[in-house]
């Protein structure tokens, strides 16, 4: 219970400056202070890209208190899967890039539609593979999705037995990030 108590009052504490570092760097992107000349806006877009990844290091941070707590809210919505890993894909390109690593994404268009936490999802798929380009020296990611049913795979798939899927009577879609690294 503490622990939780603190995760979620650093992550609050910590919320209020950065806060008021997001507001500044949108006031000079905006012009408030004068135009920024060629010079000043990487430094400045470099300052937003590091604040929106602490916002989201402090956003995980309040959500391991709520999971601890029993309170983190899922908010499930359709989602076309392929176009969804492409854009997390692209985010990650220059960091799989700069490590001179491949990275493959096998997730086909005829995929059904699924119900999930986008922002979960996007945090879960960024986690994976920047573990992946971490500890992967040589070689390459895959990002690959297909449908099991029964906790079988498509007759093509050549992935491992995942296991049976939460709802037996269902079909589900899996989405796995494998590599050439060390392992676990």
Known sequence: RMKSEFLANVSHELRTPLNAVVGFVEMLREGVYGELTPRQALPVDRIA???????????????????????????????????????????????????????????????????????????????????????????????????VANGIAAAADDGPDIGPPPEPTRSWVALQVSDTGIGI
């Open 49 to 147: 890209a590091s604040a929106t990844h602490l916002r989201q290091l402090v956003d995980r941070l309040l959500d391991i208190a709520k999971i601890a707590a029993g309170r983190l809210e899922i908010h499930p919505e359709p989602l076309v899967l392929r176009p969804f890993v492409l854009n997390v894909a692209s985010e990650m390109e220059s960091l799989v890039s700069e490590r001179g690593l491949a990275l493959s994404i096998a997730v086909g268009p005829t995929l059904p539609r699924i119900r999930t936490d986008q922002t979960h999802l996007r945090q879960i798929l960024i986690n994976l593979i920047g573990n992946a380009v971490k500890y992967t020296p040589t070689g390459g990611i895959q990002v690959k999705a297909r449908v």
